[in-house]
């Protein structure tokens, strides 16, 4: 449940906010500069509802500005509203941290670009037009007037069918597309100095913009070594070729099909005076850095949505052009990693679905990841973040998934010694020396020792032969076993298993206040999911029981959520959105052990915020159907009941409510969870037992200030 309110609240907005040098070799990831705008003000302190939207956008870290890439939008917008000197006086655009490829137009005279727009375009000329498109959405009132019809709509009664409301309101806003189209183009972009002709590929870009941002085969190699190779059916022969969608059927679309628009502007086009134009005007060596810097933070979007099929993917596309990129590989390695943790979980199917919805290249990747078993998943998790750590040793993150990945191999015991062969697949075992150890001769040796025994006879410098039962999984660590750092790595975490194991048994729930000595306290969610598609928050009186709770108890503690982001310097507001992201990756994980991937991003946010681990209270509710009560209480033996009891019979048909309650408490600086409690509660009014729960978690869960009398 709680996966699938945050998915539906989110939508398709969504983060991960310096770049480095030209060739992005330091790229980490992208931060608003500057001097914060007076938006933020603005929309955070409205009141109104028809701000509603934006107050939430304007709080929710999503917002990027002062950027490269606001600098270049502007420019864009310059030459487009060239002619129009006072619109362009009243015009803002911002950058919308969102992987989505899309655009928004807001009546009060503000404009969004996702940055999944700027990753997919294929030229400055694009941008203009589609800037030229949003623009006719705010100068002809189209917000408005859907607004407008929308409320109509709501008031008119027994006149029309829901069914026919629903067409008709669909219609219009198609009506206002066409029309933003071609008014776009004729007031706007026709005259700006643009290329009419590069219209078409705007086209492409919404056609196609769902794909990688190039369509690169899948080298097997990549994933394979000498060594070990996967079998053959986790590979395609025949990928799924990519369809064309352009003439789609639209009457339930609140957009014309491409097709439609396509061939309209290409009239346009060809009958237009205003042949030529540039496809660029700033330099194109510009526009392409542009792009790959959104192409850089959509694979940090990714990776924070937990799309690690797609992370993965573009980050291999990626590589290509920019091999040996410390972020690029850093990216892969979080994907592989992501992907393991969910398969020993709660499996992908959420995360990645059905690789046959998938179409060209990335359909070969999305097949692997699905049929790959838990064992070669965690392997292989573990092979690229060494790879990884050895290469870039002051990469604290590296070291940080290779031991995490050792030990849930340990905790498995899927780390034997003798499970794993010295020598590569397809080796020929007669060449083996006789006195090689087998598991089957080792079965008997071992009798007596612990489960741990295998590992440490690591010291005796035997050899394992493989056997007929050996798989994939069981040649995978050829070559590390000869390193003797990776051994004595895998040494010392067998003996904090363990310790740990001893020590969990001695303090199985003390809270230890020397590892999270202060609180930073999220924003408290309080969901209540009404029906399937309608989700109601009620955060304010979740935030009450916390603030309370947090005073009572002297709890050391930073409540962000009283903070006033709209007085926020711009140093501030970027820790803020880099907390923001790590909340939102949090969700994404649906409570998975693991270590986050934005916590290699969060040491500045840590002492700006004044905390070193983080606290997230989440109440998720919905109603509980009692209709089956009515049928009990016409079976006959009830009758009684039902004659001199009817005060029962009432009150069992109020509706009760299903309410999770979580509290989680996660070190920033290692990404591990701390603490993880949740509470089921059923019932009329749970409000109670909510408040109970909290408060009985920050007493025995945080960090209390010292009374220094």
Known sequence: MQRNIFLFIMGLFLIVPVFGQNNFSNFTSLKSEGKIPPDFRKYITSESKEDLLLKRLFTSGLI?????????????????????????????????????????????????INLGLLAQIQNESELAFIISHELIHIVNKHIEKEKTEKRRKKDKVNYNSKKDQYLVYHNRSREHEYESDKEGFTQFFEKSGYNIEDIDGVYDVLQYGYLPFEETKLDRGFLETDFYKFPDSYFLVNLTPIRNREDYIDTLSTHPNILKRRTIMSDLVENSS?????????????????????????????????????????????????????????????????????????????IIGSYKDFEG?????????????????TILALRFAWDASNKYPENTYFPLIVNDLIKSLLNRKKLNYTDYSDFPMGYDVSLIPADTISTDSTTTTQTGKNRFGKIKSTTKKTKVKPTETFKTQNYMLVDLRKDTTFMNLVEQNLKNVEDKEILDVIDEDKFDDKVCNSLIVWYPNYYIQKSSNKIEMNNQKIEKMVTQSIKNLNVEAQTVYDLPIENFSTERYNQYCKIQNFYYEYNYSSGIPMIYYESNHIEDACLEFGGTCINFVNVYSKRSSSIYLLYFWFIPPTYPILLFAPQMFVHSLLPTKDTQTEYVIINLSTGEQIVQKSAYIEGRNNTPAINVFINRMFYNYSPKKVNNK
């Open 64 to 112: 990027l500005y002062g950027t490269e890439l606001n600098q270049y939008v502007n420019k864009v917008a310059d030459q487009v509203l060239k002619d129009h000197p006072d619109l362009r006086k009243e015009m803002r655009f911002y950058i919308l941290r969102s992987s989505a490829v899309n655009a928004f137009a807001f009546s009060d005279h503000l404009i969004l």
């Open 361 to 377: 290249e990335i359909q070969q990747i999305m097949h692997f990841f699905t049929r790959y078993n838990k064992d070669e998943s």
């Open 274 to 350: 205003h042949k030529g134009g540039a496809s660029f005007i700033q330099p194109e060596s510009l526009f392409l850095r542009i792009r790959t810097l959104a192409r850089f933070e959509c694979i940090n979007l990714l990776l924070t949505t937990h799309d690690y099929g797609e992370s993965f993917f573009n980050s291999y596309v990626l590589q290509k052009e920019f091999p040996n990129n410390e972020f690029l590989e850093q990216a892969i390695v979080a994907s592989l990693y992501g992907i393991s943790k969910h398969k020993l979980s709660e499996g992908i199917s959420e």
